[in-house]
């Protein structure tokens, strides 16, 4: 049964891997538009987690960390948006609070992961075959925690490669948001 849910999950992924490709194939570009391009990645992975969020905790796959993880990305995502007006502050702080969101992220994403694999096995096949991939939120979550750590201790090689970062970053969260989606 095809559910709103699944639906606007798939739909959010698509548009985010289409985000994320954008930002790899145009690095400068991606700079320049860090503020709208991190707040709507932010905003829209904040969607994804509270419209999985209840579907989870109902069969006992979520918890708190994961309620945390939208509301700071919602907050992050909104503090950008609102401050894209004052643009030479916003440059230069957004490259820390993007890559502390990086780290937080990809700690969430870590906890999320190790939380599935408890749940493997119920002999439900739509958990089953979500919770038989808890090692892809691990992956992930190094990643972005890699990530995160290299460009808040190199912030001006972090900027030049912003585009390259932040793509992988969007695009393994659209990929994310598709892959719960076709789950649900």
Not at 74 to 103: N, Q
Not at 137 to 159: E, M, Q, T, Y
Request: aromatic share 10%; with cysteine; hydrophobic share 55%.
């Amino acid at each position: 049964m095809i559910t709103a849910n699944k639906v606007v999950l798939i739909i959010l992924g698509v548009i985010t891997v289409i985000g994320g490709i954008w930002c790899v194939a145009t690095p400068g570009l991606t700079y320049l538009s860090l503020v709208w391009v991190a707040g709507f990645v932010m905003f829209f992975h904040a969607i994804q987690e509270i419209l999985t969020y209840g579907k989870r905790k109902s069969v006992g796959l979520a918890d708190g960390w994961s309620l945390a993880g939208a509301i700071l990305s919602c907050l992050c995502g909104f503090l950008i948006l609102i401050s894209a007006r004052i643009e030479l502050m916003t440059g230069v702080m957004l490259l820390y609070i993007l890559f502390s969101w990086l780290i937080a992220t990809g700690i969430l994403s870590i906890l999320g992961a190790f939380r599935l694999r408890k749940h493997q096995d119920t002999g439900i096949r739509s958990i089953d075959v979500y919770t038989g991939k808890w090692w892809v939120g691990i992956l992930l979550g190094v990643l972005l925690i890699l990530s995160g750590c290299f460009g808040l201790a190199h912030p001006l090689i972090g900027a030049l490669s912003i585009g390259l970062v932040t793509g992988i970053d969007i695009i393994s969260a659209g990929i994310n948001m598709m892959v719960r989606g076709i789950a649900l």
